[in-house]
């Protein structure tokens, strides 16, 4: 700062005159461009602003035109999600529409698209980044190539984190530092005045309700030994448990290990810590909250599918290879037959209100590496067998490859489960919210069953077990085992599916 000192007449008067220069960013969220607008773009102008006792001028921008572009929402429930891979790379020319990045969302992977034209400036994020939130900055757009250069050492404008100011805390002086073996841990509340008490050579048992107070060394001497401490009278200062009690105690045999819960991994045990992916975090959420909220029961009838195995068989060969039916895709059809009959289970629960869905579209769980997924067939009820086989094929080679569009899992308005395929005879499934009621398939079981007209006076028939769980606050029991009636003659004469 330039000091002047002016005297005019008796009375001297002190004038300062100062300078300060710093480099700033504004972000205007949507602010239109010569490069367009576009939700999840921020349009950013660097500069440098003086600051003089005469007031504030804005120097002409250290960077050139540019658009910051955040991380969209790529679902309705996505909070945040894991950049697996850019598909770009710094210098690349993008259009409208074109592949940014592979996005791992709550529900699957799905690309990350331009909304704009422009050459790619700067990569914010890396690959394989995770828990980026909604809105952070991940790349920077610029009109023409020749401005790259300048985005080389870029940093995107950092937002301030609003986590609680923590108290100081008083230095502590050379005077007042401990050896390791001489700090202990007293507690008291702020009200409470302590005094230092003499130390004694005698040991000081630690009472059960107290805290244990034991040096690190003596800590870690029981843990491997699996002694509890709270067995054991301490000759440090205060009690302390030192390693020489510790030692002292294993030399006479004292027990007392405490038992480790099950959720807590044995010391020394070997164990793998797997990240929890995205999908996987939104599964245990969701079916978290539906256990937790919605009022399950469960229904369960055996149907005897032999005149389904028959007529599989024959339209099968009557294929010649350009289709092959499954005894799911049968339970499909009937679920959409049965929903359109049964209204009430083709119902999802709204808080306020109950709605009841015109279309039957039904979700199919689809067990993937990530996790399980819900792909939808649609309109199912007015779709034919062969058709519905189709769909589900696809869908469920989508789905494991991480494919699916979000219209293509989002939504649904009845869900069916098969683990038949993996030799379950039957299970319960829980409920997807918001809709009322999913359908549990066991496997095929052949069974012995009384027949009056055989000779032997018995028979062998095919049997599927299945489990309708019910949300009570949409559908009732009698609703419910009216659904699982439909449901059953459609199986039993299947021939009726095909009018």
């Not at 990569?123 to 952070?136: R, S």
């Not at 709605?355 to 993937?368: G, L, M, P």
Request: glycine share 6%; charged share 20%.
């Amino acid at each position: 700062s330039d000091h002047q000192l002016h005297k005019k007449g008796s009375m001297r008067k002190c004038m300062v005159s100062y300078s300060i220069s710093f480099n700033f960013s504004i972000v205007l969220n949507n602010t239109p461009s010569l490069l367009g607008r576009a939700p999840n773009v921020s349009f950013v102008r660097i500069g440098t602003c003086h600051m003089s006792s005469s007031g504030t001028s804005l120097h002409a921008p250290k960077l050139p035109e540019h658009m910051i572009v955040n991380f969209p929402a790529l679902s309705p429930t996505m909070k945040t999600g894991t950049l697996q891979r850019w598909n770009v790379s710094i210098g690349d020319e993008v259009s409208t529409g074109d592949s940014l990045a592979d996005v791992e969302t709550d529900k699957a992977t799905m690309s990350f698209d331009s909304t704009e034209d422009g050459v790619i400036a700067k990569l914010l994020v890396n690959d394989g980044a995770v828990g980026i939130e909604i809105g952070q900055p991940v790349l920077v757009l610029v009109e023409d190539k020749a401005d790259v250069a300048a985005f080389e050492n870029f940093e995107a404008p950092s937002q301030q984190p609003t986590t609680p100011q923590q108290p100081k805390q008083r230095e502590t002086s050379k005077e007042d530092e401990l050896k390791p073996d001489e700090v202990s841990t007293i507690s008291a509340s702020p009200s409470t005045s302590t005094t230092q008490q003499p130390l004694t050579d005698e040991p000081q048992p630690t009472l059960p309700s107290e805290r244990i107070f034991a040096s690190p060394l003596a800590r870690k001497l029981a843990e491997r030994a699996s002694v509890a401490l709270d067995s054991m009278a301490g000759s440090g200062p205060h009690g302390r448990i030192t390693k020489a009690d510790v030692e002292a105690a294993l030399a006479a045999g004292v027990s007392g290990a405490k038992s480790q819960s099950s959720t807590t991994a044995v010391t020394g045990t070997a164990y793998t810590d797997i990240p929890l992916s995205n999908v996987r975090k939104v599964i245990a959420s969701r079916l978290s909250e539906s256990k937790q909220t919605i009022p399950h029961y469960y229904l369960t009838v055996d149907i005897c599918v032999d005149r389904v195995l028959d007529l599989r068989k024959q339209l099968n060969l009557q294929g010649e290879g350009e289709y092959k039916l499954s005894v799911n895709d049968f339970v499909v059809k009937a679920s959409a037959l049965a929903s359109k009959q049964v209204k009430e289970v083709n119902s999802s629960w709204m808080d306020t209100v109950i709605r009841q869905h015109e279309n039957v579209d039904v979700s199919i769980a689809v067990s993937t590496p990530s996790g399980l997924i819900t792909p939808i067939v649609f309109d199912a009820d007015l779709k034919g067998l062969r058709e519905i086989s189709t769909d589900i094929k696809n869908l469920a080679a989508k789905a494991r490859e991480n494919a699916l569009k979000p219209e293509e899992f989002q939504g649904g308005t009845f869900t069916i489960s098969n683990l038949g395929m993996f030799g379950i005879d039957r299970f319960t499934a829980i409920i997807n919210p918001p809709q009322s009621c999913i359908l549990a398939v066991g496997q095929v079981q052949e069974r012995v069953v009384v027949d009056n007209s055989a000779d032997a006076g018995f028979s062998a028939s095919n049997f599927l077990s299945v489990t309708l769980s019910c949300d009570h606050r949409v559908v009732d029991g009698a609703v419910g085992s009216k659904w699982l009636g439909v449901f059953r003659q459609y199986l039993e004469d299947p021939v009726k599916m095909l009018l």
